[in-house]
């Protein structure tokens, strides 16, 4: 992306953002960070920058949260981009599709920030890379040209994409779908079983239908709509639906800081969908913002893995984290609001 738009600083960062921010749409945003981490610590010495790891360059702070920043961003922009998405997903049954019409304006909208943002809070302290296009370029052919095993696996992602796209068309729900692609995979031979064993995270799949698990409950039991019944009488009579909103996103925003938001999402998406159910509003209207709330975390290292990587690399401290990300998440709360009730709201079950 960098040989496209420019070799500058901020068109750097731009492209990190954007980068992850597309690829989490689709894939896990740890592993969206994990694969472009080992190509942005190879670029940011490109500008004549040593040393970043001992936290004293702006441009690699902004590099390194550009990664991470965006890979949770580009997440809100797909139902399979993030685990509480995908909670959201199977206990609204809101289509695919419904979901791309204001999930990719208000992936973009924060990428957007996120890239500015960044710009802003860590300016860089260099201009572009040293020796222009012709450095980039030399070091993309030291990586060599793309590989036939890695064309097989961008035809099959796409193919998985369209087939998302099309559910309403074809019939198929997500789930099946990214089974179809996860078989492909095995059948094509880009991996084998040995592969799945090692690369794929069962333990969280198993906490992830633990979680699920562990919504339906708090519905089948009627424990949802009993904690719904005390939350909304200590907001008295009249509350508006844009007062409980903004009051479920605060609480997910804030647990998420410090707890799993797959965890928390599993508690407050049932008691969400219960409130919409009693109020007879559209079944997405509150479980969509606590969803995406649910994966603002931005704040700590702790809130989520991709920061807590961000920050292993020691280019940037714990205190700078907290001022980019508070800003973050106040700007993510109020444009998720403002995208969900325009553009959302027809979509929103």
């Known amino acids: 992306m960098l040989s496209k738009v420019g070799t500058t600083a901020d068109m750097s960062i731009?492209?990190?953002?954007?980068?992850t921010g597309l690829l989490s749409a689709w894939i896990e945003n740890i592993v969206a960070f994990a694969m472009l981490l080992p190509i942005i610590k190879p670029i940011i010495p490109l500008f004549g920058i040593n040393g970043p790891e001992e936290g004293n360059s702006n441009f690699a702070k902004a590099m390194v949260l550009s990664a991470s920043y965006g890979s949770l961003a580009g997440g809100f922009g797909t139902e399979i981009g993030t685990a509480p998405n995908l909670m959201a997903a199977a206990y609204t049954h809101i289509p695919f599709v419904n979901w791309m019409v204001f999930g990719f304006p208000l992936a973009i909208i924060l990428?957007?920030?996120?890239?500015?943002?960044?710009?802003?809070?860590?300016?860089?302290?260099?201009?572009?890379?040293?020796?222009g296009k012709e450095t980039l370029n030399n070091a993309m052919d030291v990586m060599g040209s793309i590989t036939k095993q890695e064309k097989i696996t961008a035809v099959i992602l796409f193919f998985t994409?369209?087939?998302?796209?099309?559910?309403?068309l074809t019939?198929?729900?997500?789930?099946?779908?990214?089974?179809?692609?996860a078989a492909l995979y095995f059948i094509s031979g880009v991996i084998d079983w040995k592969d799945a064993q090692e690369g794929v995270?069962?333990?969280l799949i198993i906490f992830f239908g633990g979680a699920l698990s562990l919504g339906a409950a708090l519905l089948?039991?009627?424990?949802?709509?009993?904690?719904?019944?005390?939350?909304?009488?200590?907001?008295?009579?009249?509350?508006?639906?844009?007062?409980?909103?903004?009051?479920?996103?605060?609480?997910a925003v804030v647990f998420t800081q410090v707890?799993?938001?797959?965890?928390?999402?599993?508690?407050?998406?049932?008691?969400?969908?219960?409130?919409?159910?009693?109020?007879?509003?559209?079944?997405?209207?509150?479980?969509?913002?606590?969803?995406?709330?649910c994966s603002l975390s931005f704040m700590f290292p702790?809130?989520?893995?991709?920061?807590?990587?961000?920050?292993?690399?020691?280019?940037?401290k714990i205190k700078e984290i907290f001022k980019a990300g508070i800003t973050l998440v106040v700007i993510g709360i109020i444009v998720t609001l403002a995208v969900l009730l325009t553009i959302g709201k027809p979509f929103m079950g």
């Open 201 to 203: 995270d069962w333990g």
């Open 111 to 131: 990428l957007v920030v996120t890239w500015k943002l960044l710009s802003w809070i860590f300016k860089p302290e260099v201009d572009r890379i040293v020796g």
């Open 14 to 19: 731009f492209a990190v953002v954007f980068s």
């Open 161 to 168: 994409i369209g087939l998302w796209v099309t559910t309403g």
């Open 259 to 293: 707890m799993s938001n797959i965890a928390l999402a599993a508690i407050l998406v049932p008691l969400a969908v219960t409130l919409a159910t009693a109020q007879g509003q559209p079944v997405g209207i509150y479980a969509i913002p606590v969803a995406i709330s």
């Open 171 to 181: 019939g198929l729900d997500s789930y099946s779908v990214a089974l179809i692609g």
């Open 220 to 251: 089948n039991t009627g424990a949802a709509a009993y904690l719904i019944h005390d939350l909304i009488g200590m907001m008295g009579n009249n509350v508006s639906t844009l007062a409980i909103m903004l009051l479920l996103m605060v609480i």
């Open 302 to 316: 702790m809130a989520d893995p991709t920061v807590a990587m961000a920050y292993g690399t020691g280019y940037v």
